[in-house]
């Protein structure tokens, strides 16, 4: 009986610490739309998303979602497109972050630990890449746009022109909805 109430003060001791230590990262609120067809979430943007007429994978579904952040640095909000061709499980995600503050996503910030490659019309765009995924970073017109493919186990990467090409094809959406 005492060895059970050990472990069990134990495991308690353990999920109090973890709270307490996920309490304290950057992210203070966090909200996120589930998501949605894409020309309903387009529908309650304030402003006029470039979209990609290219994207690098064969898009099966497609969906969007709006999320709002709050952090120490400030607020800022995402819409996602999410790009998925379920047969081969791929996910190629634009996420547009806007109503941001330059402290979050500065040209410099998004430039950290990136390499440098030259998009059109004289824009600068940091591309990474790990284990996980792959992503393409940009800033235009005061937002931040950014092309992230995630890896699934076994999964090949992407080329990284095929990042460029996609960041190289995006167009302002149409008033009426068009791309």
Same mark, same amino acid.
């Given at each position: $009986?005492?060895?059970?109430?050990?472990?069990?003060?134990?495991? $308690?001791?353990? #999920?109090?610490?973890?709270?307490?230590?996920?309490?304290?990262?950057?992210?203070?609120?966090? #909200?996120?739309?589930? /998501?949605?067809? #894409?020309?309903?979430?387009?529908?309650?943007?304030?402003?006029?998303?470039?979209?990609?007429?290219?994207?690098?994978?064969?898009?099966?579904?497609?969906?969007?979602?709006?999320?709002?952040?709050?952090?120490?640095?400030?607020?800022?909000? /995402?819409?996602? +497109? *999410?790009?998925?061709?379920?047969?081969?499980?791929?996910? +190629? !995600?634009?996420?547009?972050? +806007?109503?941001?503050?330059?402290?979050?996503?500065?040209?410099?910030?998004?430039?950290?630990?990136?390499?440098? *490659?030259?998009? /059109? *019309?004289?824009?600068?765009?940091?591309?990474?890449? %790990? %284990?996980?995924?792959?992503?393409?970073?940009?800033?235009? !017109?005061?937002?931040?746009?950014?092309?992230?493919?995630?890896?699934?186990?076994?999964?090949?990467?992407? %080329?990284?022109?095929?990042?460029?090409?996609?960041?190289?094809?995006?167009?302002?959406?149409?008033?009426?909805?068009?791309?």
């Amino acid at each position: $009986m005492k060895v059970t109430k050990r472990v069990l003060i134990f495991f $308690m001791l353990i #999920v109090i610490t973890s709270c307490k230590t996920n309490s304290e990262g950057s992210t203070i609120n966090y #909200v996120h739309v589930t /998501e949605q067809p #894409v020309e309903l979430i387009e529908s309650k943007l304030e402003f006029i998303p470039e979209i990609p007429i290219y994207i690098p994978i064969d898009v099966t579904e497609e969906t969007a979602s709006l999320e709002s952040y709050e952090t120490k640095q400030g607020k800022f909000q /995402e819409v996602v +497109y *999410h790009h998925r061709n379920n047969d081969k499980q791929q996910l +190629y !995600n634009l996420i547009i972050t +806007y109503d941001e503050t330059d402290q979050i996503y500065s040209e410099q910030s998004i430039a950290r630990g990136k390499t440098s *490659h030259a998009l /059109e *019309h004289g824009i600068q765009g940091y591309y990474e890449e %790990d %284990d996980d995924g792959q992503s393409l970073w940009w800033r235009n !017109n005061g937002l931040t746009y950014r092309f992230v493919y995630f890896l699934n186990e076994g999964q090949p990467k992407l %080329d990284k022109q095929e990042f460029i090409q996609s960041a190289n094809s995006v167009e302002p959406l149409q008033p009426n909805g068009t791309r």
